[in-house]
Nanobody, 132 residues
Framework: QLQLVESGGGLVQPGGSLRLSCAASGFTLGYYAIGWFRQAPGKEREGVSCITHRDGSTYYQDSVKGRFTASRDNAKNTAYLQMNNLKPEDTAVYFC?????????????????????????WGKGTLVTVSS
């Protein structure tokens, strides 16, 4: 059974750090492009970062550039999102998702169109709360 499971969320103070993990099972993560998304209360889900399949390049939404780092460990079948200098506006449920067809890059970010953002499989998400 194909599955993505996020972990690592929690409550952190502004300026703090968290590392999210996205563990894949039932398939080989290395064959897929990976996206990280978030949905804040009352807002639409948005793309935060992506990792291409072809060369492992990473791209970020402007609001997280310089603070978030996405990576993948194909040997562990796991992707990560390191989040530093967290801000209250980063509070959201964070999701990882994968797609077999690699991303198109436009203006320095992966194209993630539509309600499913062009992704094939999704995790259930992990909550990140940034508050003092």
């Amino acid at each position: 059974q194909l599955q993505l499971v996020e972990s690592g969320g929690g409550l952190v103070q502004p300026g703090g750090s968290l590392r999210l993990s996205c563990a894949a099972s039932g398939f080989t993560l290395g064959y897929y492009a990976i996206g990280w998304f978030r949905q804040a209360p009352g807002k639409e889900r948005e793309g935060v970062s992506c990792i291409t399949h072809r060369d492992g390049s990473t791209y970020y939404q402007d609001s997280v550039k310089g603070r978030f780092t996405a990576s993948r460990d194909n040997a562990k079948n796991t992707a990560y999102l390191q989040m530093n200098n967290l801000k209250p506006e980063d509070t959201a449920v964070y999701f990882c998702a994968v797609r077999l067809v690699d991303f198109t890059i436009v203006q320095g970010m992966c194209v993630m169109p539509g309600s499913t953002h062009g992704m094939d499989y999704w995790g259930k998400g992990t909550l990140v709360t940034v508050s003092s």
